[in-house]
């Protein structure tokens, strides 16, 4: 079986992209509910969610675990998992990742480009790693099944939260430095770190993570994917295109700028172009996900292979790190033996 | 198979009293996380629990579904479900009903005691019954499976939500008014409405409920149970001890005040009394919840009788109301087919 995974998209969502996610045989996106909001605020973003869900049930529903993937193959819809960019829904509160594990949430990034109160994001000039609250934060993350996502931090932040970590981590959507040097993307020394300890990277066709750009074509994505794999093995590889579709320009700005700053930050955009980028000939929206199969068969991939990156190393990572750690259950069991 | 559930209680939730759960042979208690708290504070209760989770695996664990209860037997535990004595949690948001559901909440109250947004409580003049949020956030709870709990509500609003609702509601902590004239007790004609729509009354034995207050004897008790066994029929009835043990007056002040008015305000009490009565001789704690079996073979009910008002009633009543009504799912069945 071979299943197609999107491991990062924040959409200005709606019916129309639910349906182009069916038509680009999505089974699972892992969605953005928060760049900067507070815990309320995320509350407030599932209960958008949940209105979809009530109203779109034929074309999308929560997942919560790798079965659910399976579900939406099976029922003909598109699983959707909640992330979260940054810490900013736990606020100062370790008690609110289970919680927010409950509430469906499976991935979350330590750190948005800035410092957090948990790490130093990919902006900051130094990086002091994870602090002390971002040290329990991985431990009782990695207790209640909460994945780790470095997408937006600073690199010995990364290598700590990797290091740290006692289950995989995930870079969910960036690629590698060594063919696009961007602050956003990843230097070798992460990407095999992330590799040897089981994690997982998404690769983004967000088109300031691309080399040329908007420019870039579908022939240089999938060799720079080829070359990552080995770099990396098969099996430590997917897809997060971070599609950012039919958002007004107005919400890259909000991406940004949150609510720290009074001033104007072009993050990876500038002055001559505030905006949101264009997006690859190859990648426009959900419909296209199947160009990626295509251009990584002529890059040389088995199908054992595409299958992998298309969403089938995805899947196997969700079914490992999505669920508590089972020491509670086991003890009852135990104790009640 | 005998199930012991009691359908109420707020304690001052300790090691010790997690350990009178299991003496008691309890499989299932319904707690109460709430009475005037709002969302975020209703969080940081639930996250309270989390850590009684985490570190009393041996002795509880949360429930969320009737085969709960089965397996906390199984395991020698007692399952946690939690409830809210009030509508607070929600405050104005519709969309916290699911959020909350999500998050383990199984009983809500439509009101406690005063007007709420939803109904009017047991302590007002008057009583205009459900209000226009009241009745959206019922067709909500049905939706979702949360159940509608009228204990401290009043006689209009509770037989409109009778009405209203299209699942069973519940009275999880009363007593008829026939054996002790009570605001908090209720009429003839509520039990009835409440019997004939498939709810649930659970028999309190907190003092002010009770016929001879502290110093009521198990065979009034008991034989007050086989005369509303005659009222409402055998399948209706169950325990919701409202057992608040271990807590200082300081909380029943709360219970009584919360927010809402700078006095005092005696609610059952007196300015004589005002703080937690005695509890009867029957009842002390969670070890005496046998006590009622004895009392109820002794006032003529047969093994079957005794083993539903005991939990196996509650435990019909949570297999059938605790889950969404299946709408959703089904629809993406039938559009995948």
Redesign the interface.
Known sequence: MTYRIDCLQYANWSEKIFRQMREGGLDAVHVTITYHEN??ET??N??RW??W??RY??LI?QGRTGDDVRRAK????TAIFFGAQNCSPIED?I??V??LH???LRFMQLTYNNQSLLATGCYEADDMGLTRMGREVVEEMNRVGLVIDMSHSAERSTLEAIEYSTRPIAITHANPEFWHPAKRNKSDRVLRALAESGGMLGFSVYPHHLQGGSGCTLESFCSMIAQTAELMGIDRIGIGTDLCQDHPDSVVEWMRTGRWTKKIDYGEGSAAAPGFPDMPDFYGDNRDFGNLETGLRAAGFDAEGVAKVMGGNWLRFFDENFTPIQ???D??????E
């Open positions: 815990f309320r509350v407030l599932i209960e949940n209105r869900f009530e049930p034929d529903f099976e029922t003909g819809r509160d008690g609110l289970e919680v409950t509430l469906g020491a509670s259950s003890a009852g069991k135990r104790a009640a």
